[in-house]
């Protein structure tokens, strides 16, 4: 069976883009592919942050994701395999300064956190974070990579670091991992349905998955469809994104419908909105519903996952025992 990895980081509440746009697809891979995802923390140490919230925010990101549907066994926190930066460490000697400095992704991330203030802090650890992200990746010899197309460099780097460590040591050790692009819709703001749903867009631009069933309708309700609107009959990138939203909640007759009603002229908002709320709380009140079972066993939870973690370090302290030997490291007692 193939291996399947993927990961995201501890930042909050997951939102309907992150949902429909990863983690429901996470979640069905599971039944064809051999499938590990972690929660990534020690990539959240690369930008400022506050020690309590992180560890706060990697459980709850752990609640949230086995609340969609991933199971535990499957599911690892970074920071409890620290052979991840071991391996980051060894797989940076693999890795040339020049390719890192390419990588886009921290520019836009420096420049985020900077902002206009030109002597900001930026952390060495922001500008290796592709090689870490390339030892999740490798640890567990990971065919695909299900991840967004703004991934796509770090994917690279990561192919290019295990071949240039293949070649370097004169053996095939590593796959060569592919992205699996995720056929799942780009969701957008409600508020402002040109930009991509996001967090940092502000809480009118994103449906929290775990909010209130009175509070997602509301902002349905209230999702802007007008703006931009055209008298030739093309869609609104507002009544396009409620048309997607039906899409990933598969409601395939309700959009049949109502796409249906869009040809012939006749739809109203007056019946979208109210359409799409209920198919949306439809999927969403039972992922609520298990996140707060899960929260009421927060303890048991916490142990559970703790215990898959140390499951998944054993294959990690296998591919770390052969790298180290690979590589001209002494044998280590585990
Ligand atoms: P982020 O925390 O923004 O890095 O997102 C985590 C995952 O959700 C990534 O795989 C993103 O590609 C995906 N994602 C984030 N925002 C959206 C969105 N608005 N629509 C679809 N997918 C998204
Ligand atoms: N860099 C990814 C993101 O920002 C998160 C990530 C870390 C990741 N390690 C990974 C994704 C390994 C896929 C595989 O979304």
Request: glycine share 6%; hydrophobic share 35%; with cysteine.
């Amino acid at each position: 069976m193939k291996n399947v990895l993927s990961a995201v980081q501890p930042t909050g509440d997951l939102h309907i883009g992150n949902y429909f746009g990863a983690i429901q697809n996470w979640v069905r891979l599971q039944d064809e592919y051999n499938c590990t995802y972690g929660v990534v923390d020690y990539h959240s140490m690369t930008a400022p942050y506050q020690a309590d919230k992180l560890r706060e925010n990697t459980w709850k990101m752990v609640f949230q994701l086995l609340a969609t549907g991933v199971k535990p066994e499957n599911l690892f926190i970074q920071s409890l395999i620290p052979e991840h930066t071991e391996l980051s460490w060894i797989l940076s000697c693999v890795t040339s300064y020049g390719e890192m400095t390419r990588m886009t992704q921290f520019k836009d991330k420096s420049e985020q956190i900077a902002g206009k203030d030109k002597s900001a802090f930026i952390s060495a650890g922001l500008f290796m974070y592709p090689v870490l992200q390339a030892a999740d990746i490798l640890m567990y010899r990971a065919d695909y990579v299900p991840v967004g197309k703004d991934q796509e460099q770090h994917l690279e780097l990561s192919r290019n670091i295990a071949q240039r460590f293949n070649h370097q040591f004169g053996r095939e050790y590593f796959a060569h991992p592919e992205p699996l692009f995720t056929a799942t819709p780009k969701i957008m703001s409600t508020a402002e349905p040109t930009k991509k749903m996001s967090k940092s867009l502000g809480e009118k631009h994103y449906i929290n998955v775990f909010g209130e069933e009175a509070r997602v309708r509301k902002q349905i309700r209230s999702a802007v469809t007008d703006a931009g609107d055209t008298p030739d009959g093309t869609m609104s990138p507002g009544v396009k994104n409620l048309f997607e939203i039906l899409k990933a909640c598969e409601a395939t007759e309700v959009y049949d419908s109502l796409m249906q009603d869009f040809k012939n002229g006749t739809l109203r908002y007056g019946d979208l909105k109210p359409a799409v709320a209920d198919v949306l709380v439809g999927v969403l009140n039972p992922i609520r519903e298990r996140y707060q079972e899960i929260l009421g066993n927060r303890k048991a939870t916490k142990e559970l996952i703790t215990a898959s973690s140390w499951e998944i370090r054993k294959r990690a302290q296998k591919t770390l025992k052969e790298v180290r030997s690979i590589v001209g490291l002494p044998k280590l007692r585990y």
